[in-house]
């Protein structure tokens, strides 16, 4: 487990430096992982929440003559980059992600935000806009280091995962310690196992994720979370079959053993699922689609 304490930088191999963020909490474990890439010119990824102390442990984290030259960030959710904006004023490195919180989203999850569903879970950060966009395929490079931007939405529509050699930094779409919450409209179930299917044709060495410890075997783990969605989607349709529910009801019965605070995350989950399973005629909602609509099988 990722045991790091927040005011130490951490090596984790040669040219990749962790400073993990004093933010711990049910949805965020220990706290968010910043990572250093290169030595000299450095790229950060992911600056995380905008905690004075956290960005003083990121400078501190610098060698003597060091410069931040890149900021990236993998998405805008509230423990990942509201930091990046006042990083950015601190060293002048540009901000960079594939844009700001409504960038990405499905078509069925752009109708969903405009019917006023809003996004839930760890938080989204409506402020946020980087310096410059980055497209799917599109590298930074400087002196020892090259990253690559692969778009994948899923956990948020903005989601970036950071390919860098044969490692892959993975934000919150792959991480080892829980699965991710994908919650509409800022989630979306389809894209996020789209999303599972092309990190594991990268065939990469290891995840580096937002939060916890390293990935040591992608391929196992993005297998594991492929069988517990379908796990969860089977437990939905045993469900419904016994007669229409909403995703509030759905949640209730089937996670049985989880904390009470937990439960709307849950029931955002399973919304997802439900919003994935009516888009391939498994179950329809009786009236419009909605966060509070009563589903049935289809």
Do not use: K
Not at 57 to 81: F, K, M, Q, Y
Not at 133 to 160: F, K, Q, V
Not at 170 to 188: C, F, Y
């Amino acid at each position: 487990m990722n045991t790091t304490p927040p005011a130490t930088a951490q090596w984790l191999a040669a040219g990749l430096r962790r400073v993990l963020a004093p933010n711990p909490s049910p949805m965020t474990f220990r706290g968010t992982n910043s990572y250093i890439v290169g030595e000299g010119r450095v790229a950060v990824i992911d600056p995380g929440p905008a905690l004075p102390e956290h960005m003083d442990n990121l400078l501190r984290a610098l060698a003597p003559g060091e410069t931040v030259s890149h900021i990236l960030v993998t998405h805008s959710h509230v423990d990942h980059s509201p930091l990046a904006a006042p990083l950015s004023r601190r060293t002048g490195a540009p901000v960079f992600a594939f844009g700001n919180s409504t960038q990405g989203r499905s078509a069925v999850m752009r109708v969903l935000a405009e019917t006023g569903l809003a996004g839930g879970g760890e938080g989204v950060d409506g402020d946020f806009e980087p310096d410059v966009r980055l497209r799917d395929g599109e590298s930074l490079c400087a002196e020892g280091w090259s990253i690559e931007a692969i778009h994948t939405p899923g956990h948020m529509g903005n989601h970036l995962c950071l390919r860098w050699g044969d490692a892959v930094f993975t934000g919150d779409h792959v991480m080892g310690w829980a699965s991710s919450l994908v919650s509409p409209p800022d989630g979306d179930l389809s894209d996020f196992m789209a999303s599972l299917d092309r990190l594991e044709r990268l065939r990469a060495r290891r995840f580096y994720p937002g939060h916890g410890a390293p990935v040591a075997d992608p391929a196992a783990r993005i297998r594991w979370l492929r069988a517990h969605r379908r796990s969860r989607e089977a437990e939905i349709l045993d469900a419904l079959a016994a007669g229409p529910a909403d995703s509030a009801a759905l949640a209730r019965r089937i996670y049985r053993d989880l904390a009470p605070a937990l439960l709307p995350a849950a029931r955002r989950n399973v919304f997802a699922h439900l919003v994935d399973l009516q888009a391939r005629g498994r179950v329809a909602p009786e009236g419009r689609l909605a966060a509070d609509a009563v589903f049935r099988s289809a």
